[in-house]
Nanobody, 123 residues
């Protein structure tokens, strides 16, 4: 079993930055990647950024590439999402997830989910 706890959400103005953190506890050897998802009201949950165990593979959604950076600190069992140049379209609940190699950016492939942290960007 793996428990995930997100933190770092908040309200910022357009152009601002936020750093999200996802602290993981427990262990599951089947987990291959850690992924940040987001879900805005009335929209489907979408993969934002993913990183494989060991950091050898990183994926970004096209809408955030160049603005968001995913990283991990193995010593702290924590995955981060640095979000820069935020715009109102980035407003959503952000979730951390842990999943298998069948689809890091696919919500249905995730095995564990955090409770989410809200990000609100005002214009």
């Amino acid at each position: 079993q793996v428990q995930l706890v997100e933190s770092g959400g908040g309200s910022v103005q357009a152009g601002g930055s936020l750093l999200l953190s996802c602290a993981a506890s427990g262990n599951d050897d089947s987990i291959y990647c850690m992924t940040w998802f987001r879900q805005a009201p009335g929209k489907e949950r979408e993969g934002v950024a993913a990183i494989s165990r060991g950091g050898g593979a990183i994926f970004y959604a096209g809408s955030v590439k160049g603005r968001f950076t995913i990283s991990q600190d193995d010593a702290k069992n924590t995955v981060y999402l640095q979000m820069n140049t935020l715009n109102p379209e980035d407003t959503a609940m952000y979730y951390c997830a842990a999943g298998r190699a069948t689809g890091c950016m696919n919500a249905s492939a995730q095995k564990y989910w955090g409770q989410g942290t809200q990000v609100t960007v005002s214009s």
